[in-house]
């Protein structure tokens, strides 16, 4: 539905010859996360928990899932484009990737020192998923924002936006280093871990300046909608302990962007030769 | 900022948006195709099934199961998870040598919880008493013991070794003074006590005799007289009602 929207204001804003000081930019830009909030969604004591049946009798137990918050750096790749009209209002289209990894927090059962002496005696590896998982996520997104500038006479303008955000989920591992010595255990953790939706909606919403082509803002991205594919079933299900338990209750995240407008068009110019 | 008259690349570009994210629904959620928590369980109900104790390596890739419980349906009437343990003590693998009784195994035995008690976490300081739980049905074990690491494959007697089993008294069965559960550091179950099992397997507590009081003997041993041996790959089957008893191939030399 989203896309339908993002496709149906595109084409109206390009195709429309109606308006006065109208601006189209395309043009790139970079965002980093500062600040993710993954939350998993709350248990009992008894309904999380991995009975393993190896020597150790381990036991993992999420206890809820402990809140997982990570941050990413790394300045992610987007393509925009900028709907400018008579200088106050603007629409913007954006097509972007990001990527982080997290963890997934439990109790393992089994003393560390007994457990690095059977899966790591001479302690050349990380702790091997012994009381977390690492987890990669890849996702491309696409979104859709109103905003407002103010100070019309200034080269230094703030504005306000506001929006909607669609994340497409790409890909979710497991971190690399554990893909030997503990990977049955791993694997049975992770595959209950995967139910992330592939298609998670959001809305955004923050503010900013720009100065000539350049911009800079400060926006805060919410899911809306379910983003866990068994998420019903935490409300409904009688029995959640052993299949299709939902994980991820929220996930929500702070990003600081920085763009610049490649190529202008003049939309105005054209109507008014006419 | 290059001012450019035209609008024509912004077609192409929405085209190009709409290749992208119809690419972008791709992704496939992870599939196991090996083993899945179900074969990885020590957990079961009245449903029944079969709980797989594996051996541990450095890769636990490798599956080796060293023992194997097969539940009939209804032998359970609540989720139970179970431990299982082989206790091995040095000394009185010696003791016993001395008896003229010669270990071919570990003690195996389990350890259930009822999934409803929560499987809660304990302090050190806590003490918890072995809880006795009867099966409506029995159930099979099959005990791989050639894992057993003090087993030497030179004495030809392994095969008329027989499987006993040892009484593990439940609360106030025998005395107030019972097996009391071990917690790890981590707050968890780790086995019984290792003195009240030396106590139980050397004699020196039985249900007539006070705990750690008696002398050296093999009066809590009992033969357990329907097993059956596979001497190709060294398992034993046997049925139990309950896990009131810990179990040992072993060899008595009469003299």
Redesign the interface.
């Known amino acids: 539905m989203l896309?339908r929207i993002?496709?149906f204001t595109?084409?109206i804003l390009?195709f429309s010859n109606s308006l006065y000081s109208q601006f189209?930019h395309?043009g790139l830009k970079s965002f980093i996360t500062p600040k993710i909030f993954m939350g998993f969604f709350e248990y009992d004591?008894?309904d999380y928990?991995?009975?393993?049946?190896?020597?150790?009798?381990e036991?993992i137990r999420f206890s809820g899932l402990e809140e997982s918050e990570a941050n990413s750096y790394t300045p992610f790749p987007d393509l925009y484009?900028r709907y400018n009209n008579k200088n106050h209002l603007f629409f913007q289209?954006e097509?972007f990737a990001t990527w982080f990894t997290n963890e997934a927090k439990y109790?393992?059962?089994?003393?560390f020192p007994?457990y690095i002496r059977?899966?790591?005696?001479v302690d050349d590896r990380e702790n091997l998923g012994y009381n977390t998982l690492k987890m990669e996520w890849v996702f491309?997104g696409?979104s859709l924002s109103a905003g407002f500038l103010f100070l019309k006479s200034k080269a230094l303008r703030p504005y306000i936006f506001a929006g909607g955000t669609t994340l497409?989920?790409?890909?979710?591992?497991q971190g690399k280093f554990y893909d030997?010595?503990?990977?049955?255990?791993n694997?049975?953790i992770?595959?209950?871990l995967?139910t992330f939706k592939?298609?998670t909606i959001f809305i955004h919403g923050g503010l900013g300046f720009q100065y000539?082509?350049l911009s800079f803002d400060i926006y805060y991205r919410n899911n809306i909608a379910d983003a866990d594919i068994y998420a019903n079933n935490y409300f409904d299900a009688e029995d959640i302990s052993l299949t299709n338990r939902p994980n991820y209750d929220y996930f929500d995240s702070i990003n600081i962007s920085i763009s610049l407008?490649?190529?202008?068009?003049?939309?105005s110019?054209?109507h008014l030769k006419e | 900022m290059k001012i450019i008259k035209h609008n024509t690349y912004s077609k192409y570009l929405i085209l190009l948006i709409i290749l992208i994210l119809t690419i972008s629904a791709c992704y496939q959620y992870p599939e196991l195709d090996d083993i899945q928590y179900e074969d990885y369980r020590r957990i079961i109900g009245p449903e029944g099934g079969i709980i797989n104790f594996y051996k541990n390596y450095e890769n636990d890739s490798i599956k080796d199961v060293l023992v194997k419980m097969e539940f009939p349906e209804d032998a359970l009437d609540d989720f139970i998870v179970f431990n299982m343990y082989e206790f091995f003590d040095e000394p009185t693998h010696h003791e016993l040598d001395n008896m003229s009784l010669e270990q071919y195994s570990y003690f195996l035995y389990f350890v259930p919880f009822y999934e409803s008690d929560g499987y809660n976490e304990h302090s050190q300081g806590d003490t918890n008493q072995h809880i006795s739980i009867n099966f409506n049905l029995p159930v099979t074990v099959t005990y791989n013991f050639s894992k057993y690491e003090y087993y030497v494959e030179e004495i030809n007697n392994i095969d008329i070794a027989k499987l006993y089993r040892i009484k593990i008294p439940a609360e106030n069965e025998w005395e107030m003074n019972n097996v009391w559960i071990r917690w790890n550091l981590q707050g968890y179950p780790d086995g019984y006590s290792d003195i009240d099992l030396i106590y139980l397997i050397t004699g020196k507590w039985t249900e007539s005799i006070s705990w750690g009081t008696g002398e050296l003997s093999l009066s809590n041993w009992e033969e357990v007289t329907e097993y059956t041996y596979n001497n190709i790959d060294q398992t034993v089957v046997f049925d139990i009602n309950n896990t009131d008893y810990m179990y040992v191939m072993a060899y008595f030399m009469e003299i």
């Open positions: 896309k993002l496709l595109v084409s390009i189209l395309i004591a008894t928990v991995y009975y393993f049946s190896n020597e150790y009798n036991t484009i289209a097509l109790k393992n059962s089994v003393d007994e059977v899966f790591n005696p491309t696409n497409y989920l790409m890909k979710l591992d030997d010595e503990r990977q049955l255990r694997d049975i992770f595959s209950n995967s592939k298609t000539k082509a407008n490649i190529f202008s068009f003049n939309l110019k054209n």
